[in-house]
């Protein structure tokens, strides 16, 4: 791709420091394979509840449930995130990341305190609040990291070659501003200080935090930097941009009550949640519209392109994840819905169908180029890439059916022990389902260590075979 203006003859590859990002990157993958088997690890327990024993606190479902959800969200997602975000930040700014040679060492401490945190949790070391468990010594870590990397991209981007910013470095400086606050709240005033119903209420407004102002913005940094560039198409609609981010930061931090419908909170704060709620809706469908806007005239393209797969397959994922949670918030579908597994349905849609397939649709994009060679095999990236879908589809499906039988059963006054009987075989497809998950992403993490590993003599071998020719751009198009 030619650059013109002031990245006009600017080496976008030589801003990047390949051994920041492999690191966050490698850790991620770490986390990938990991965290997400602790899920069906114990999903496997609703059918089987006596597998694990009987006698071990640790392996029980109180104890393992924030391994799975906090190591998805901090260790999965937002490692990957992180490292992503140290390739794109130069090359969206023509200049290098400031203070590089800390981002190794701010990786190691977010890892070892991921690490820390989830052993603590085995033990009950808990804050007990959902995606806020984490002992305090976790979450220091996570703030000072976060903090000292949103002072590296804010000081990086103000320094820029060009006054315009892309819609990617927009998301990104809010997503990590949003959150050094946010971590502020939920780490060191919410479990001390907040009690009764308004630490329900906060809790409600930094558990959305974390999703609506981390993961969320989080998502749209990695697919509007990604999706463009790996279709190899301008982005749709430079003005959907805008309407997505003002209209996601004007509604999504009032909407964390909804959950707390018929509750003693204050029932204005309540409407007000679910007026956000739907109103969400616009940010939802001008980010859709965008993406597939991006994908026209490329959709002859999309069957080799892999990471662009991810990317289209985590917003379809979105649409339907997104739907569930604006319309559950309304009173009259929350009645049936609420404490079902089809609030299990959209979390899973939304944090792993969109968030981290996202967030593997980058990885897959950016990891060959940082060692200069093709993804090992597109067949097992394929693969990859079906088991992981068809597996979240399939979650996503039968538990928002599970759940609505469960919700209807008990409206017409079936005792919830009965209820179980009829939900056990969504549970079972539900396990099966986490395990083409599982194995999809190990078959992932195998194809990317073996890309990594592939000697370049090797590498042009097998690529090039006995006739010399040029080695053909990594899956997704050639590095940009």
């Known amino acids: 791709m030619e650059l013109r203006g002031k990245f006009a003859n600017v080496d976008l590859d030589a801003l990047v420091d390949n051994r920041v990002v492999r690191t966050w990157l490698y850790f991620g993958m770490f986390w990938l394979m990991v965290t997400p088997s602790v899920g069906v690890l114990i999903s496997s327990t609703f059918n089987y509840p006596d597998y694990l024993g009987s006698g071990n606190l640790e392996l029980t479902f109180g104890r393992l449930r924030p391994v799975h959800v906090n190591g998805v969200i901090f260790g999965a997602f937002s490692t990957l995130f992180i490292g992503l975000c140290y390739y794109l930040v ?127 913005p989080a998502g749209y940094v990695i697919i509007y930097y990604f999706l463009p560039i790996s279709a190899r198409n301008p982005l749709y609609a430079h003005k959907l941009s805008l309407v997505g981010f003002w209209s996601l930061a004007l509604f999504y931090p009032f909407v964390g009550i909804h959950h707390y419908l018929y509750s003693p909170i204050a029932d204005w704060a309540e409407t007000l ?38 990317l289209i397959m985590g917003s379809l994922m979105y649409l339907v994840g997104c739907f569930q949670g604006s319309t559950e918030a309304l009173r009259q579908l929350q009645q049936p819905t609420h404490f079902t597994d089809f609030v299990i349905s959209h979390s899973h849609l939304t944090v792993f169908g969109t968030f981290v397939v996202w967030a593997m649709g980058g990885l897959v994009y950016t990891w060959p180029r940082l060692f200069g060679r093709e993804l090992w095999s597109f067949k097992l990236g394929n693969w990859s890439f079906w088991l992981i879908t068809v597996g979240i589809a399939t979650m996503g499906l039968v538990l928002t059916a599970g759940g609505l039988q469960q919700g209807y059963q008990w409206m017409n006054g079936v005792e919830w022990l009965d209820s179980l009987v009829w939900v056990k075989p969504y549970w079972l497809a539900r396990t099966l389902a986490g395990i083409s998950m599982d194995i999809g992403m190990s078959l992932l993490v195998v194809n990317l260590m073996l890309t990594a590993l592939t000697s370049p003599a090797a590498e042009a071998r097998r690529v090039r075979g006995p006739v010399e020719a040029p080695i053909p751009a990594p899956a997704g198009g050639p590095a940009q």
């Open 273 to 310: 949640a679910v007026v956000t709620s739907m109103l969400l809706i616009i940010p939802v469908w001008t980010v859709l519209v965008n993406f597939f806007g991006t994908m026209m005239g490329k959709w002859h393209e999309f069957g080799r392109n892999l990471p662009a797969k991810f």
């Open 90 to 216: 130069p090359r969206l700014s023509g200049v290098r990341v400031i203070w590089s040679e800390w981002s190794v060492l701010l990786a190691w401490v977010w890892n070892v305190a991921t690490l820390a945190g989830l052993v603590g949790l085995l033990f009950g070391d808990s804050d007990g609040l959902e995606a806020g468990e984490f002992p305090l010594y976790a979450k220091v870590a996570f703030f000072i990291v976060v903090a000292v990397a949103t002072a590296q991209f804010l000081i990086t981007i103000s320094r820029r070659l060009e006054p315009a910013i892309y819609v990617a470095l927009w998301y990104l400086i809010a997503t990590f501003v949003w959150t050094t606050m946010n971590f502020v709240l939920g780490s060191f005033i919410l479990p001390y200080t907040i009690s009764g119903i308004n630490s329900a209420a906060f809790h409600g407004l930094y558990l959305h935090y974390i999703v609506g102002l981390w993961l969320t």
